[in-house]
């Protein structure tokens, strides 16, 4: 039985499919955020003092807008990685046959791929952005509705400010890794 090759050019549109659902996987990743973080900012009001809920320990609750954020952090460092991963097996294959430069190539020519990294890294300005108010108004919402609650007890506030920070500063470092390929 003979062997079956695959050549570059397929391999190509494989990688370019793979690059595209990456970024589509970054998107997912903003919805999830966002419906996470309405989701726990309803749960602090439906659970508010004088309700039903006012008794139970809603210093937990608040744990959940930090941890939203480190999952968007880890989510969009997994992308990127992915993303940077893909670029670097796209600017081998562009570089196959084309020494002499002869074609342009988006991944292999520096130019071209810092300008595709800038545009990806609003982005993860936008990422850090969101975070940042999910977590401001989550924080600010619970101590505002909970004072009794969180002037007894600080500490989960202060966890969740610490968590949330690492993981803005987290979203602002993952631009760091995208991939730039060498000049020729």
């Known amino acids: 039985m003979a062997e079956a090759q695959v ?9 370019y499919q793979e690059v595209n659902t990456r ?23 439906a ?18 807008f930090p941890v939203a954020s ?14 940077a991963n893909l670029r670097r097996f796209l600017c081998a294959l562009e570089r196959l046959g084309n020494e002499n430069g002869a074609l342009p190539s988006y991944n292999a020519h520096p130019a071209w791929a810092i300008n595709a990294n800038r545009a990806r890294q609003m982005q993860d300005y936008a990422a850090a ?3 940042l108010a999910g977590n401001g108004v989550g924080l600010v919402a619970a101590v505002k509705i909970y004072p ?21 500063g987290f979203l602002l470092w993952i631009p760091r890794l995208s991939f730039i390929p060498l000049e020729d």
């Open 23 to 45: 970024i589509a996987q970054r998107q997912q990743a903003l919805t999830i955020y966002v419906s996470m973080i309405l989701s726990l900012l309803a749960a602090l009001v």
């Open 129 to 131: 952005l969101l975070a």
């Open 148 to 168: 009794v609650q969180f002037g007894e007890n600080p500490l989960a506030v202060w966890i969740a400010a610490v968590i949330a920070v690492a993981s803005i």
């Open 47 to 64: 659970l508010k003092p004088g309700t039903a809920g006012g008794a139970l320990p809603i210093q937990w609750l608040v744990l959940g």
């Open 7 to 15: 050549n570059a050019n397929y391999r190509f549109v494989g990688a």
């Open 70 to 83: 480190v999952f968007l952090a880890l989510m969009s460092y997994k992308a990127e990685m992915a993303i």
